[in-house]
């Protein structure tokens, strides 16, 4: 394989979401071990966010967890370093400033939408512009991109043009060509002061966001969209509990809305922060990321029609959820006070 | 959720990739586990792609009858919505909306047809084909 020499020593990992994975695999490879969950929990990524407002084909942004590139910015502090980002107006200039990066041996983040990746399977292509890989170099023969995208399996080779349009695909969360790099390499946090800070935040984030749309109080507001579901158009509403399902489930997170991976995150960081509490609370979170998959299968069944329509009946799982995971966050504040 | 309990159903939307759960082992501990899929995330995914395609076997329809025009088929079958397209070109989406009237299509300039053609990937010459 006639790759430049950075492809050499980088290592391609799988991981369950894209953004974590790429941090976790980019401070990996400057130096400092990082599992996935660590990168996730540490970035404080997990949250849940109802933004009607925001449509995607139609339909509200639901997500669960913080917004792209949290965990790019959120890293930083705990780890004392630096990334660099830099976006392009033009396509030929973030084209021109990727090569250069990698002709100079770095490892490059990206933003892309998904669409326009061919190595993706064809259902997964959707205009999702918020999708990170990593560039680790280019075949000098074809000018093919080394990609490791942290939700396959193995490293895949991307066609110029085709990453070109990907990276400046436009639409809500347009990726402008986005690149990131570390400035200066990651050290070693103080976990007793860096993973309480986080966990912290993302308490706060959960039960105190003075917005009814953030946190639980946004799955609270998702209860009541779907309590009020047309019944007359059963299409309607089966598009748009599925795209909840969708958001929770296929969308790079490992299941559970996430809620597994910061659940190993907790257990990851008891020993490191002193704290054998946390472990505890992990053993709990799992049942709850357990409550969101009983909740998705119930979803799917009413999609195929093998359980009658009743949105209302998905509305009361949620409330169920929302209330576990309230009594959840307030315990694992106190567990970090 | 447990490893033993992580789905292997196969998913045919993943195409024989596998994902990976984070899932607790038999010591209790949580870690990742390789997923074939699960039956769940198929019917969701197979809704959200089945949803544009219905859109544009209907827009097919209406290209036949003279109701609709080859833009919509396009637009749709690029799993696109007005006002997707009409970030992607850069247009109004009011504007959109109206080329996507049979009659203006038509008329439409070379400029904004190749406009169009670039957002969709697709060669301008053809972007009055339909099919």
Known sequence: MAASASAASFAHRQASHCESGVMSAMVCHHGLPLSEPMAFGLGSALAFAYLPFIKLSGLPLVSYRMPPGAIIRGLQKPLHFSMRTETFRRSEAGVARLDELLDAGRVVGLQVSVFWLPFMPPDFRFHFNAHNLIAYGRDETSGDYLLSDPVLEAPVRCASADLAKARFARGVLAPKGLIYYPASPPREPDWKKALPAAIKKTVRIMIHTPLPIIGVRGIERVARAFERLPVADPAAAKRYIGHLVRMQEEIGTGGGGFRFMYAAFLEEAAPLAGRPALAELAAELVDIGDGWREFALATARMIRDRDPLEPGRLAALLRAQAGREKTFFAALGKAVK | ?131
């Open chain 2, 1 to 131: 959720m447990d490893a033993a309990d992580v789905p292997q159903e196969g998913n045919a939307t993943h195409e024989g990739q596998r994902r990976a759960v984070y899932a607790r082992d038999a010591e209790g501990h949580l870690g990742l586990v390789l997923s074939r899929g699960w039956q769940v995330e198929e019917i969701v995914t197979r809704q959200a792609v089945e949803t544009f395609d219905e859109l544009a076997a209907a827009a097919l329809v209406g290209v036949r009858t003279g109701e609709r025009s080859p833009l919509e088929y396009h637009m749709y079958r690029a799993r696109m919505d007005v006002s997707l397209l009409a970030q992607a070109t850069g247009l109004w989406r009011w504007r959109v909306r109206r080329h996507l009237r049979p009659a203006v299509f038509a008329r439409l300039s070379p400029v904004l047809r190749a406009r169009y053609a670039a957002a969709l990937d697709m060669d301008a010459a053809r972007l009055s084909e339909a099919g």
